[in-house]
């Protein structure tokens, strides 16, 4: 079977993958929207229950989510809303950033005797309210021409590829290294957070390290590794069995975050953007070892995932900013509710165009190009796939050059255009009601969002193109799952830039600063 394929994520792909079968269902009945209300109160579930849910309903979840995490933070607290400000005030921290980015929760000298950073098993949050504070396997100095601050950015982007597979990038920002010491200003770099009820799950089962950078390793005595091999031995079984014994298995109420900024272009409006002070990673350090810098960048992707009662395996939504994909001379292709309004004249939705060819399970599609490299996107959107490493397998994709974006390969659905525009008019009443100045969030649409309801998966509107690249979904769910969690203790930093392919699927790379997530 061939068909076009989407490789380029839009901007993010899943962070937390878990176990489960999964079947994605293409398409939707067009019904009315919900109404959304603008509340700090992330929401439990989908009214009636997950497996039960209408797309409509699966989308209006997702933007509550969007409203709460993106309200103002308290000062000093992390993950609770600031109800004495409106939703959209700029200033400060929102809700969501105050999440603890990963190596918070997996620090890169993690072990049995060593914690993440405050972490106290005295108290009923083991310590999570501490400052954020990163530490790698090595230790990462400010670049020359960087004061130290002091208090690190919120906004910890220590990811330079999407899990691995390719790197984004915006040609509407800057095509050369800044002043401030950015090599690439059109990179799109990344984050993964997650929220207190994850890291109490960790700090209270010791699954912040693992026992080894070996894969599988030799012996397990660390918990998380003890767990993710326990899962290993049950599905790899023919057939598969549920796991006996510890296993990760997240409670109800945690929430990842994984979110894509980037340094906005001369030309671009400011005020269409939510802007946060970020830190990122230069090769630029001692001996070309890692170094940080601090800057203003802008939100240009959100995924936020949670588990709920009625959806064990994770709901899922993608929130993208309205002028992601543009035109070669940086018209928008879509309005901010994802309405199609200036189709591009490409006859495939990537340039060059794209296609696979299916192959036996568990090997990856392989993807050829119909054409040349893209050499004159101007300011679109565009991607190069990873380099595979010296010791890996014939690649599946074409690397070596740039993939420029046209348009998504599945239109945004009708009924996630409908709780878009309903969004986008609830803020609306909202700011002008509270008379709140300089709000983004009107700039912002759901793309993807989609749910598990038992054994199967439920799509409003899939982020890769609806039932095309599954297959690169099921491998990182078996990633996942195999080695969920077993990071920490990771000792080789190396460098910001991302390291061959070779180790993308180990996941226990949460003490690194490569582009490898998790």
């Not at 067009?30 to 009636?48: L, R």
């Amino acid at each position: 079977m061939e068909s076009q394929s989407r490789r380029f994520p839009v901007l993010l792909t899943s962070f937390s993958l878990v176990f489960g079968v999964s079947l994605l269902l293409c398409g939707s009945v067009t019904s009315a929207a919900p109404a959304i209300t603008i509340s700090p109160q992330v929401p439990a579930d989908i009214p009636g229950g997950a497996p039960q849910a209408s797309l409509s309903l699966a989308a209006a979840f997702a933007w509550q989510e969007f409203i709460a995490l993106n309200w103002p933070a308290q000062s000093g607290q992390r993950d609770q809303p600031d109800q004495s400000r409106p939703f959209g005030a700029q200033g400060g921290p929102l809700v969501w950033e105050t999440f603890r980015s990963k190596v918070e929760t997996f620090p890169g000298n993690g072990s049995a005797e060593v914690g993440p950073p405050g972490y106290n098993p005295t108290v009923p949050d083991f310590g999570y309210n501490t400052p954020p504070t990163y530490i790698y396997g090595v230790s990462v100095p400010a670049c020359a021409g960087q004061a130290p601050p002091r208090q690190p950015a919120w906004i910890n982007l220590d990811e330079t590829t999407q899990i691995g597979l390719n790197q984004m990038f915006a040609g509407v920002s800057p095509n050369t290294p800044s002043a401030n010491g950015n090599s690439n200003p059109q990179l799109v770099r990344f984050l993964a957070k997650a929220n207190q009820t994850q890291f109490r799950y960790v700090a209270a089962n010791q699954y912040w390290y693992g026992d080894s950078t070996a894969s599988p390793p030799p012996v397990a005595t660390a918990p998380v590794t003890k767990a993710a091999l326990n899962f290993k031995l049950a599905v790899t079984q023919i057939p598969a069995v549920y796991p006996s014994g510890p296993i990760v298995k997240f409670p109800a109420g945690t929430i990842e975050i994984k979110a894509a900024w980037r340094k906005l272009g001369p030309t671009e409006d400011a005020s269409r953007f939510h802007q946060q002070t970020v830190r990122f990673y230069e090769a630029k350090g001692p001996s070309g070892n890692a170094c940080y810098l601090e800057e203003t960048w802008a939100l240009v992707a959100l995924h936020i995932i949670q588990k709920t009662p009625t959806a064990d395996a994770f709901i899922f939504a993608t929130f993208e900013q309205a002028d992601n994909i543009l035109l070669v001379n940086g018209t928008p292709v879509e309005d901010a509710d994802g309405v199609i309004v200036n189709r591009p004249t490409a006859a495939a939705p990537t340039t060059p165009g794209l296609v696979y060819t299916d192959q036996a399970a568990p090997s990856l599609p392989q993807i050829q190009k119909q054409g040349p490299f893209c050499t004159n996107g101007g300011k679109q959107l565009y991607f190069q796939e990873m380099v595979p490493g010296i010791n890996d397998a014939p690649p599946a994709v074409p690397f070596g050059g740039s993939i420029c974006v046209n348009e998504r390969y599945e239109s945004i659905t009708p009924d996630v255009i409908a709780v878009n525009q309903a969004a986008h008019a609830a803020i609306a009443s909202y700011t002008q009601a509270q008379g709140v100045k300089g709000s983004p969030w009107q700039h912002y649409k759901l793309v993807s969002g989609k749910h598990h309801g038992g054994n199967r998966l439920y799509a409003a509107a899939i982020s890769w193109p609806c039932c095309i690249d599954t297959a690169v979904v099921r491998v990182r769910i078996r990633e996942w799952a195999t080695y969920v969690l077993s990071g920490g203790g990771v000792t080789a930093a190396q460098c910001v830039q991302p390291q061959p392919n070779s180790q993308a699927s180990d996941g226990r790379e949460h003490g690194r600063l490569h582009g490898v997530s998790w």
